[in-house]
């Protein structure tokens, strides 16, 4: 793992970092990339937003038990630094340990926290970085850490389901209750449509659960009635941003487009592109965040990280014949319903991302945020 040392002789960038945010399209691969980018723009030279960064490395997946890891592992290994066995959300099952996470490093220095997306928002991405437990379909319990105190500033995606449960229906963990209620007896707003969300204050700790189980798919939102009133991932992650900005001490924000995993596991094609130009879209409103204000992007690690691929989705085509206009799906093939073992690529920009344009494990990931957060010198294994 890197070593972290006091920093010595640091230059004006260093002292100014303020803010991590840390965007997920989960279970992508390169081959989806190429997809939505050729469905989006033809095969001419334009590329999606989060492929514009300025650095681009690669890390290795695997857990701590299988070559091929799950959601709850990588993103655990992200959020602590540490290989963790698949299902375990930031929690050692063997010694009953919980590491500290980024998140909660984050809080304990005085900044904000936030977390954003398109699956209930106890799933285990968002999970591992505010929750420790034995078994990542312990949600109700996972909810219930979420939103106590301290708790996360800002929470946003579906979930009603976990939140308000009955002594019938406990968790792995032998966890229910109504988490909804404890969420507001400990200061947040808690929402349920799109215009209740888009209302509030900016000075405020804010829930926002859309939906019983998961966002509509991106693909099907237009044919579908009843949906206006769930947001985007572009405007969760706005609205996110809108009060995680007002804290001077800064922010850690986790963005999850969290089904394109799932468009994978479907080997469904049109749902993985429209989930990955969704995901674009959030990254597009991160970016316009961070141009906004000319000492954001000195301020501002920005990384866009898959946990895992899923499916192995390769390109096959159209043959003899070049898409150079927008408007085509490719012709391509999934090896699997499952996850796959290869590493996933990183592009990051902002200070001490550097450090992530290479090959790299996903355990390092913590530590470079680590040290952007203390202003300490990374130095790389």
């Given at each position: 793992?890197?070593i972290?040392?006091?920093m010595a002789?640091?230059g004006?960038?260093?002292?100014g970092i303020?803010?991590?945010?840390?965007?997920?399209?989960?279970?992508?691969?390169?081959?989806n990339?190429?997809?939505?980018r050729t469905?989006?723009f033809g095969?001419?030279?334009?590329?999606?937003?989060?492929?514009?960064?300025?650095?681009i490395?690669?890390?290795?997946?695997?857990?701590k038990?299988?070559?091929?890891?799950?959601?709850?592992?990588?993103?655990?290994a992200w959020?602590c630094g540490e290989?963790?066995?698949n299902?375990?959300?930031?929690?050692?099952?063997?010694?009953?340990?919980?590491p500290?996470t980024?998140l909660?490093?984050a809080?304990?220095h005085?900044?904000?926290?936030?977390?954003?997306?398109?699956?209930?928002i106890?799933?285990?991405?968002?999970?591992?970085?505010?929750?420790?437990t034995?078994d990542?379909?312990?949600?109700q319990?996972?909810?219930?850490?979420?939103v106590?105190?301290?708790g996360?500033?800002v929470?946003?995606g579906?979930?009603?389901?976990v939140?308000?449960t009955?002594?019938?229906?406990?968790?792995p963990?032998?966890t229910?209750g109504d988490?909804?209620?404890?969420a507001r007896?400990?200061?947040?707003?808690?929402v349920f449509k799109?215009?209740?969300?888009?209302?509030?204050?900016?000075?405020?700790?804010?829930?926002?659960?859309f939906?019983h189980?998961?966002?509509t798919?991106?693909?099907?939102?237009?044919?579908?009635?009843?949906?206006?009133?769930?947001?985007?991932?572009?405007?969760?992650?706005?609205?996110?941003?809108?009060?995680?900005?007002?804290n001077?001490k800064?922010f850690?924000?986790?963005v999850?487009g969290?089904?394109?995993?799932?468009?994978?596991?479907?080997n469904?094609?049109?749902?993985?592109?429209?989930?990955?130009?969704?995901?674009?879209?959030?990254v597009?409103?991160v970016?316009?965040w961070?141009?906004?204000?000319?000492?954001?992007s000195?301020?501002?690690?920005?990384?866009?990280?898959p946990?895992?691929?899923?499916?192995?989705?390769?390109?096959?085509?159209?043959r003899n014949?070049?898409?150079?206009?927008?408007?085509?799906?490719?012709?391509?093939?999934w090896?699997?319903?499952?996850?796959?073992g290869?590493?996933?690529?990183?592009?990051s920009?902002?200070?001490?991302?550097?450090?992530?344009?290479?090959a790299?494990?996903n355990?390092?990931?913590?530590?470079?945020?680590?040290?952007a957060?203390?202003?300490?010198?990374?130095?790389?294994?």
């Amino acid at each position: 793992m890197g070593i972290l040392l006091p920093m010595a002789n640091a230059g004006a960038q260093r002292q100014g970092i303020k803010n991590i945010i840390f965007m997920v399209p989960d279970g992508l691969g390169i081959s989806n990339v190429t997809a939505a980018r050729t469905y989006a723009f033809g095969t001419g030279p334009r590329r999606l937003r989060f492929e514009k960064l300025e650095h681009i490395g690669y890390q290795s997946t695997h857990s701590k038990n299988s070559m091929v890891t799950d959601s709850a592992a990588a993103s655990s290994a992200w959020a602590c630094g540490e290989k963790f066995e698949n299902g375990e959300i930031a929690f050692h099952s063997d010694s009953q340990t919980s590491p500290r996470t980024i998140l909660e490093i984050a809080r304990l220095h005085g900044k904000s926290t936030g977390l954003v997306a398109t699956s209930t928002i106890t799933h285990a991405t968002p999970a591992a970085f505010a929750a420790h437990t034995h078994d990542r379909q312990c949600e109700q319990e996972i909810a219930r850490q979420m939103v106590s105190t301290p708790g996360v500033d800002v929470i946003l995606g579906a979930g009603r389901g976990v939140f308000k449960t009955g002594s019938q229906d406990p968790d792995p963990c032998g966890t229910w209750g109504d988490f909804i209620h404890l969420a507001r007896k400990n200061g947040y707003r808690v929402v349920f449509k799109r215009s209740e969300m888009m209302a509030g204050s900016a000075e405020e700790r804010l829930l926002g659960l859309f939906r019983h189980v998961s966002l509509t798919p991106a693909y099907r939102r237009d044919r579908l009635k009843n949906t206006q009133e769930e947001p985007t991932l572009a405007e969760m992650t706005q609205k996110a941003l809108d009060i995680l900005e007002r804290n001077p001490k800064g922010f850690f924000l986790l963005v999850e487009g969290s089904q394109i995993d799932w468009a994978n596991h479907a080997n469904n094609l049109e749902y993985q592109v429209q989930e990955i130009l969704e995901f674009d879209s959030a990254v597009g409103v991160v970016l316009d965040w961070i141009r906004a204000s000319g000492h954001r992007s000195q301020e501002t690690l920005l990384i866009v990280v898959p946990d895992h691929d899923c499916g192995g989705f390769s390109i096959q085509g159209p043959r003899n014949r070049n898409p150079k206009s927008p408007g085509t799906l490719v012709d391509g093939r999934w090896i699997s319903g499952g996850h796959t073992g290869e590493d996933t690529l990183i592009w990051s920009q902002g200070p001490y991302s550097e450090y992530l344009g290479r090959a790299i494990d996903n355990t390092d990931l913590f530590f470079i945020m680590k040290a952007a957060l203390l202003h300490e010198t990374y130095h790389p294994r």
